[in-house]
């Protein structure tokens, strides 16, 4: 598994973010029983830096806490069996790595949101990762009942590695 961490925020970070990354990132991996290694990148950035890639990407004009830039088309989220045979190109050819997508966190929604709900950074930066994951394995919540589906996986990930709500 690789995850490549680019952190262009510029001010205090949270203490250990690498690890919590990485722990979720594997977590969310085995959750959903991925045979492959992977590869996920991962950017930490402001609120006026996510605030442009969202209005680049999806015409939104606002910041939000979390996008993410899946590599794959899944027919089913969570599905990996049709890699087998239509996957060639999903693969980095150096590493042999499946490539999953791309992440990019604004810190300043991670601290607002931890205060707002009332819990510590660490859990709530472990929700917007395992909440990503859940994206880039085909999940999404436009509709209730996969809203509720991401909602459940989102919390399973996060008690298997104890981020609970404090």
């Known amino acids: 598994m690789s995850v490549i961490i680019e952190n262009e925020y510029q001010e205090d970070i949270l203490e250990g973010y690498e690890a919590i990354i990485e722990e979720i990132v594997e977590a969310a991996l085995d959750y959903e029983k991925c045979p492959y290694e992977c590869q996920v990148n991962v950017t930490l950035v402001d609120d006026e830096t996510i605030h442009q890639v969202n209005l680049?990407?999806?015409?939104?004009?606002?910041?939000?806490?979390?996008?993410?830039?899946?590599?794959?088309?899944?027919?089913?989220?969570?599905?990996?069996?049709w890699l087998e045979e239509d996957g060639i190109g999903c693969f980095d050819p150096e590493?042999?790595?499946?490539?999953?997508g791309?992440?990019?966190?604004?810190?300043?929604?991670?601290?607002?949101?931890?205060?707002?709900?009332?819990h510590s950074l660490r859990r709530e930066f472990a929700f917007l990762i395992a909440h990503s994951m859940l994206h880039l394995m085909?999940?999404?919540?436009?509709e209730e009942e996969e809203r509720a589906v991401m909602e459940r996986k989102q919390e399973e990930i996060l008690q298997m590695k104890n981020y609970t709500r404090d």
């Open 56 to 81: 680049e990407f999806r015409q939104i004009d606002r910041a939000t806490d979390v996008l993410s830039f899946p590599a794959l088309e899944y027919e089913e989220a969570g599905e990996f069996d």
């Open 95 to 100: 590493s042999g790595e499946l490539i999953l």
């Open 102 to 118: 791309d992440i990019m966190i604004s810190m300043d929604k991670v601290q607002a949101q931890a205060e707002e709900y009332g």
């Open 138 to 142: 085909g999940y999404d919540h436009m």
